[in-house]
Nanobody, 123 residues
């Protein structure tokens, strides 16, 4: 069983930045990803990265603004979020994928989930 702990959420003004972190309880050797869920909406894909860091995927809505990275030595994945918009307001979840080698984009391709961290962007 893999435990995930997210941190770095908070309140920020539009145009600001935040960096989310997600530490896994051990080496997973699997892809990791970020999803988010706004009130009244379904959970949606944000970004994913392979364990090696060689492959990444982003939702169209965050391309050019968000950057996902991974530190294998620390078993930690990061999400750098710049130029934040009120539409980015949501609970952000990190997850461990089922396999390595690519950066999956759908929830069924992930086995373990964190508890989530709130990101609120004010206008």
């Amino acid at each position: 069983q893999v435990q995930l702990v997210e941190s770095g959420g908070g309140l920020v003004q539009a145009g600001g930045s935040l960096r989310l972190s997600c530490a896994a309880s051990g080496r997973t050797f699997r892809a990791m990803g970020w999803f988010r869920q706004a009130p009244g909406k379904e959970r949606e894909f944000v970004a994913a990265i392979s364990w090696s860091g060689g492959r990444t995927n982003y939702a169209d809505s965050v391309k050019g603004r968000f950057t996902i990275s991974i530190d294998n030595a620390k078993n930690t994945v990061y999400l750098q979020m710049n130029s934040l918009e009120p539409e980015d307001t949501a609970v952000y979840y990190c997850a461990v994928g089922r396999y390595n080698g690519w950066a999956p984009m759908t929830p069924p391709e992930y086995d373990y989930w964190g508890q989530g961290t709130q990101v609120t962007v004010s206008s």
